[in-house]
């Protein structure tokens, strides 16, 4: 049967893919009929996710801007074209308040969560997009569109991406469709310190129920990536259970931004 995203015998990378939102992308792409490379930080788990998904993968980080060459050129390589780019990976230290921030730690997160998905882009753009045309989507957050608790440097970044994602889409079109993804609290490592023994506090105060999961967020972005938003570009979709309704639906409390004062992610 023909997938409906019109995706068969395209080609996508997508990075931190190894595990979480990433893989569950990756998954959602091959079902829709692409072929992957995948590339995370952890080598036995980009591989594991390759052999899986039956794709290529290289690990590394994305702040090397070699690394990511060497992703473009893998793809190509393998599979002669490149298609849609998925700019994934990321990173949420430095945790805390930017007042007590260091700035080479600051610096870090914006070249993992803004360089690095411009970086590839641009390497896709030169050997394939430029002149066949293709899509990117970025993985943002909804808590680039306020503030919270300890966690400025990362929604600052992320607000960043959100726009350079414009920035890109009024650049590299017609050719090229460039869209992001915001999703809310979603049930992956990164976020465990989160969720992780809250998570019936946070569903109660989401219009519809629960917490994400990483396929959510995979569907959305192979909506984005397939033809089957051929008209859309420079757009955020939220994906995120409702958090900018529940004030219509529960107390104006936030469980999430408690949750960030309480808590602290583990020291990667």
């Known amino acids: 049967m023909t997938s409906p995203h019109g995706l068969e015998g395209r080609v996508a990378i997508v990075t931190g893919a190894s595990r979480g939102i990433g893989l569950a992308v990756a998954e959602a792409l091959v079902g829709a009929g692409a072929r ?77 969560n803004v360089e690095a998905p411009l970086r590839l882009v641009q390497h896709a753009w030169r050997v394939w997009m430029a002149e066949h045309g293709g899509a990117v989507v970025n993985v943002c957050t909804e808590g680039a569109g306020h503030v919270g608790p300890h966690v400025g440097a990362y929604g600052t970044s992320k607000a960043a991406l959100l726009h350079l994602t414009r920035q890109l889409a009024g650049e590299l079109a017609p050719k090229v469709r460039v869209n992001s993804v915001s999703p809310g609290l979603v049930r992956t490592e990164m976020a465990r310190f989160v969720w992780e023994g809250a998570e019936e506090v946070l569903a109660a105060g989401l219009p519809l129920g629960r917490i994400g999961e990483p396929r959510d967020i995979a569907r959305a972005v192979v909506w984005l990536a397939s033809d089957a938003a051929e008209w859309i570009t420079g757009a955020d979709l939220l994906v995120d259970g409702g958090t900018r309704v529940r004030t219509a639906y529960a107390s104006p409390g936030y469980a999430v931004h408690d949750r960030l004062r309480s808590q602290a992610p583990p020291h990667p």
């Open 36 to 112: 992957v490379c995948v590339t995370a930080r952890d080598p036995d788990g980009a591989a594991r996710a390759a052999e899986a998904l039956g794709g290529v993968g290289l690990a590394g980080s994305v702040a090397d801007a070699d690394h990511l060459r060497e992703v473009t050129e893998l793809t190509l390589r393998e599979f002669g074209r490149i298609d849609v780019v998925v700019n994934n990976a990321a990173t949420n230290e430095p945790y805390g308040p930017l007042m007590d921030v260091d700035p080479g730690s600051w610096s870090d997160a914006f070249a993992v």
